[in-house]
């Protein structure tokens, strides 16, 4: 069977798209102190706790005077691109509204329980709850309805919260970032002004703190064009989701690890138990999969038959469906700087996320607190410079985040060697916190990655990719212009791997031929990772979760 890289077919990254040098700023810009580029956990956390700081210092005689706080979101409500169901850390939360009790928060259930299994086609085998994973106290909840909490609260603070305001590029003079210019819309098929269009907006700040989530292309061309690296290239694993409304119910958290997974992939499954009668259920792959043809949405379909999962779906009904990608490298891929003149960055886009914890939204709300305090302290001394903005990096270094990290730095790593030999090397890390074998050999990203071509057919199942996408609740016009860059001549074992990478159907194959249904796109990133480069489209687009 032969083999091919990814990247040799990828179009490399368009830095100069996505970072406007020397910024002709437009006459009707929008002028902020402080611009959130993503309304996520990140930066409505951060613009929480900036409005906070700012109103206690003005209570205190401070002499700040009125700051505007912009959060800008590229869906066209609150949570609309944030997914339903996670098992939430609530110590951020605890930190930020230190007044509030736990059932004053938008969680649905306390984690009193859970089991961990290897799964074989027809069985499963109970495991340990491996450290990391052990969940107790932790809470079920509804990424989209926190993050619509969190808005309220945004919002009844002063912060000025923009949806359907996608950040297309960032605005430069020299060497400091001066804001952001969002995407235009209402443009046809060929990118000519249509009939409802609508120019791109300036957003200008004296600081511009990215919290666009995972894989996001603003920090992408940031990181590239001031050349900051990180030890290890980062990583990623594609989750796809459905929220059920059930007839029994789980009365504990499940994960799984094995089947249906091939043993060249890395990856398990999950089902949470959601208020009284609904439950989130989903697979999640890394990226990194061997086999050319593997279809994480069709293995979640094949999941449903399992006894395991069966007895709780039978009668129910799938309400919504998405996807999205999850950064998995780990401390090691995290940039080697987080700040620059006149930017920050925090949350997902960094890449906090604990893998073998499975948690990485209190870690966003986190960092995204401590780009806040950070952002404050410089409006006081009116200095937005790298050197004053590196007490960022700083508190982040000192903080739980980084120190919790710090243990499993290389765990995900350890698992490219196979499932046998990584959960030995996890396991040694985990009695050691981290200190042995050591950190891995350096890893390469995602799309240089060799896949392996396999001639077997995969056979469809459940819900095809089309309902899918309509369960997603998808809001893109069939007119849009494509937001997606492919490569040139793209061979068809590569177009078939581009049909079963993406969940949304996007990528079809008529005879050699690659058909791209830019549209159907629920902006997951799997293809910005292997795959045609992503860019965001008009505001409004994509996907609208509710949750419930």
């Known amino acids: 069977m032969a083999n091919f890289k990814p990247i040799d077919h990828q179009p490399k990254l368009n830095t100069d798209q996505f ?4 910024a002709e700023v437009n006459e009707d810009s929008v002028p902020m102190d402080v611009t959130f580029v993503g309304a996520g956990p990140a930066g409505l956390a951060g613009a929480i706790e900036l409005s906070r700081l700012i109103a206690e210092d003005t209570a205190n005689g401070g002499t700040l005077g009125e700051i505007e706080i912009g959060v800008l979101e590229k869906a066209a409500n609150l949570g609309g691109h944030n997914l339903s169901g ?20 938008p969680f649905k259930n306390k984690v009193e329980s859970e089991s961990v299994y290897f799964m ?24 989209c309805e926190v993050v619509r909490w969190l808005g309220k609260k945004a919002e009844d603070a002063g912060v000025n919260v923009f949806t359907s305001f996608p950040a297309d590029s960032l605005l430069t003079k020299d060497n400091k970032v001066i804001g952001v210019r969002t995407t235009p819309g209402g443009l046809n098929k060929d990118g000519t002004p249509g009939s409802q269009h609508m120019p791109a907006t300036d957003i200008t700040s004296e600081i511009t703190i990215l919290t666009e989530g995972t894989r996001g292309p603003l920090a992408q061309a940031y990181t590239d064009w001031q050349n900051i690296s990180s030890k290890y290239e980062q990583i990623y694993a ?83 469906w998405g996807a999205k990608t999850i950064p998995e490298g780990g401390l090691n891929a995290l940039p080697d700087r987080l700040y620059g003149d006149g930017l920050l960055m925090a949350g997902d886009c960094a ?3 604990n893998v073998p914890a499975l948690k990485g939204i209190h870690y966003a709300m986190q960092t995204g607190m401590y780009a806040a305090r950070t952002a404050f302290k410089a409006l006081k001394e009116k200095s937005y410079t790298a050197e004053t903005l590196k007490d960022y990096q700083t508190t982040v270094e000192n903080s739980y985040v980084y120190k919790d990290l710090k243990k499993v730095r290389n765990m995900r790593q350890a698992f490219k060697s ?33 896949k392996t071509i396999h001639n077997t057919e995969v056979t469809y199942k459940g819900i095809s990719k089309v309902d899918a996408v309509y369960k997603s609740g998808n809001k893109t016009r069939d007119d849009i212009p494509s937001h997606l860059t492919i490569g040139k001549d793209i061979p068809a ?15 079809e194959q008529e005879g050699d031929k690659l058909i791209v249904n830019a549209p159907n796109c629920i902006d997951c990133k799997a293809t910005d990772v292997i795959g045609p480069r992503w860019q965001p489209r008009e505001g409004g687009a994509g996907p609208d979760y509710t949750g419930m």
């Open 238 to 320: 594609l989750g796809v989701k459905e929220l059920w409304k059930v007839k029994k119910m789980p009365k504990e958290v499940i994960h799984t690890l094995g089947w249906p997974l091939p043993k060249s992939a890395f990856g398990g499954s999950w089902m949470y138990p959601m208020g009284e009668d609904h439950i989130s259920f989903g697979l999640v792959v890394g990226l990194d999969y061997k086999n050319h043809n593997t279809d994480v949405h069709n293995m979640l379909q094949e999941l449903k038959e399992h006894p395991l999962f069966k007895q709780y779906l039978e009668g129910g009904e799938c309400i919504e």
């Open 351 to 353: 890449g906090f996320v």
């Open 493 to 507: 074992d590569v177009a078939k791997m581009y049909v079963h990478m993406c969940p949304a159907g996007v990528y």
């Open 120 to 143: 074989t086609g027809t069985g499963k085998i109970p495991m340990p709850t491996p450290p990391p994973m052990h969940n107790k106290g932790n809470y079920t909840a509804s990424i």
């Open 19 to 22: 970072i406007i040098k020397n």
């Open 86 to 105: 996670a098992v939430i850390n609530p110590r951020a939360l605890k930190e930020l509204f230190p007044d509030l009790k736990d059932e004053d928060f």
């Open 418 to 450: 196979g499932f046998i030999s990584g959960g030995i090397k996890a396991g040694l890390m985990t009695v050691t916190g981290g200190a042995f074998p050591g950190d891995m050999n350096h890893c390469e990203e995602d799309a240089a990655d060799p």
